[in-house]
């Protein structure tokens, strides 16, 4: 699904992508985990093109999303994304929010993509809220829409921004459930976190980056109880 | 963190001031200047009807003519600044250029001096009745500032926005008509108002073309009747009036619309 082929990234001086190469697989789940400034949100944002590369390749799909040739809206049309900070629409409603791109980018009929819209919104736990502003959520329940957002599209790939770094601790539970739904419904998914019970728990593989670069990639039960590398033993005893 | 913040106030501040809440409860300022300019103006006419009385109804088609411009030119002002603002934060250099030239050029230049430029440029070129030409030179020197606005409105919205409605497959100008402009319309408000206001003050300066506006009915009746220094009272007296009546309004107006469904 996902082909990241040697990529490089520099803000400035700092190197924020050092020759990074990582592939996902269809319907598989990879957990990205390290230390900020390790580049790890970096990388998620450059497989949809949000961020540029300075060198390599990344292919989704076969699309070489980097190259100038390519239509990036119609890649992003199969790629959802969820950010940290949620990034609702504010002047929408919660339903106008699911319904904004469907409508203008898929051009679905109002109703096709309200009636779609309302059946995510049941699935993410929150149909009431359809009339609602974000501004009258918590940030739970806007995290929540924000994921239905994405899937409002019909994406192949979702991709999550420390989906939960953001919320307050209550709250983490419910977003981390409707992205064990959506794993469990055979997703494919890339999410960078901080929650080592989620990763354990729903990863197929676990990547751990650090100074730009992958250091360690392994299914979660050999990395969090062997990990081959001390740097990841050295994170891994400052987070455990 | 994380909850969806209030969109930033933007100053831009060369109008009178439009009154904060808190000012108004402090010491009402806009009342005593408001209503004393109401009660100058009726004790006046009350009075001494000669001249006052006289004055009053002498200028009436003034304030319309006055109000005409001023809101012609505002709508206008808010087309050229929308694109002009547009314009300043396009990749292209070519656009860029020409907005930015735009606006140092026309900000560099006294409003004053703008009106009769553009009215003799315009009289060249083709011939429109004068109170064209002067909507047409308010609305592009206020276009220049309007721009500034709306730069710094579609600015201060977060790129998370944008970065959300290109993530759900939106081109840039998708993302820009369906999520940003109408959220930097609301932060942007205030300070149209603020313009607006500042408008309505500097359309006095067409006055100087034959155009019939509060300033020029008030020239014309003290010139017959030479009662220069009663004339200009009533003059400002209105102006005061009619500035402080719009602040107020555009003040309650951004209350219902600034402080709509958004807030929690």
């Given amino acids: 699904m996902v082909e990241v082929r040697q990529i490089s990234k520099r803000f400035g001086a700092l190197r924020a992508l050092d020759r ?23 990388l998620l944002r450059s497989i949809n093109g949000l961020e540029s ?30 950010f940290q900070a949620f990034n609702l629409f504010p002047h929408k409603t919660v339903l106008e929010n699911l319904t904004l791109a469907q409508v203008v980018v898929r051009r679905r009929a109002k109703a096709e993509a309200a009636e779609r819209a309302m059946g995510l919104l049941a699935k993410v736990g929150i149909p009431e809220k359809a009339g609602a502003y974000p501004s009258q959520l918590s940030g739970g329940q806007q995290q929540r829409v924000a994921i239905a957002r994405s899937l409002a599209m019909g994406p192949k790939l979702m991709l999550f921004d420390e989906p939960t770094s953001a919320l307050d601790p209550e709250m983490i539970g419910e977003v981390l459930e409707v992205m064990r739904t959506l794993a469990r419904e055979g997703m494919t998914m890339v999410v960078v976190t901080h929650e080592m019970g989620f990763a354990r728990e729903v990863a197929d593989r676990v990547v751990f980056m650090d100074a730009g670069a992958i250091v360690e990639e392994a299914a979660p039960s050999r990395f969090f109880t062997h990990p081959t590398h001390e740097r990841t033993k050295l994170f891994l005893s400052q987070i455990l | 963190m994380g909850d969806p913040t209030e969109p930033p106030v933007i100053e ?5 001031a439009i009154p904060l809440k808190r000012d108004i409860g402090l010491f009402s300022a806009w009342r005593v200047a408001f209503f004393g300019a109401i009660a ?17 109804l002498f200028v009436p088609d003034g304030i319309l003519v006055t109000f005409e411009v001023t809101v012609a030119a ?15 934060l396009a990749k292209n250099r070519l656009v860029n250029g020409v907005a930015s030239l735009y606006v140092e050029v026309i900000r560099g230049i006294p409003l004053l001096v703008q009106i009769f430029y553009i009215y003799y440029a315009l009289g060249r070129i083709v011939r429109i009745p004068d109170l064209y030409s002067a909507v047409i030179a308010m609305a592009i020197c206020y276009g ?23 993530s759900l497959g939106m081109t840039q100008t998708q993302a820009m008509t369906h999520v940003i402009i109408p959220q930097a319309f609301r932060v942007v408000l205030p300070p149209i108002g603020n313009e607006f206001i500042a408008l309505l003050k500097d359309s006095s300066l067409v006055s100087i073309l034959a155009v019939s506006d509060l300033l020029r009915r008030g020239r014309e ?14 003059i ?22 600034g402080a709509d469904k958004r807030a929690a």
């Fill in chain 2, 221 to 234: 009746f003290a010139a017959e009747s030479f009662s220069y220094f009663e004339t200009y009272t009533v």
């Fill in chain 2, 40 to 56: 100058a103006v009726t004790y006046l006419a009350i009075t001494r009807p000669d001249p006052y009385l006289r004055i009053l």
């Fill in chain 2, 12 to 16: 831009v501040g060369d109008g009178a």
């Fill in chain 1, 20 to 42: 990074v190469s990582f592939e996902v697989y269809d319907g598989e789940k990879v957990v990205v985990i390290g230390p900020s400034g390790s580049g790890k949100s970096t």
């Fill in chain 1, 53 to 82: 590369i300075d060198a390599g390749q990344i292919l989704v799909d076969g699309v070489n999303i980097h190259d100038p040739a390519t239509d990036i809206n119609k890649v992003r049309e199969e790629v959802g994304m969820v």
């Fill in chain 2, 236 to 257: 400002a007296l209105i102006y005061l009036a009619l500035t402080l009546f719009f602040s107020k309004l555009i003040g309650l107006l951004e209350e219902r619309f």
């Fill in chain 2, 74 to 88: 505002i709508l206008l002002a808010l087309v050229i600044g929308l694109f002009t603002g547009l314009g300043r």
């Fill in chain 2, 144 to 166: 220049a500032y309007m721009g500034e606005i709306f730069r710094a409105g579609i600015q201060s919205i977060p790129r998370g926005q944008t970065e959300a409605a290109r």
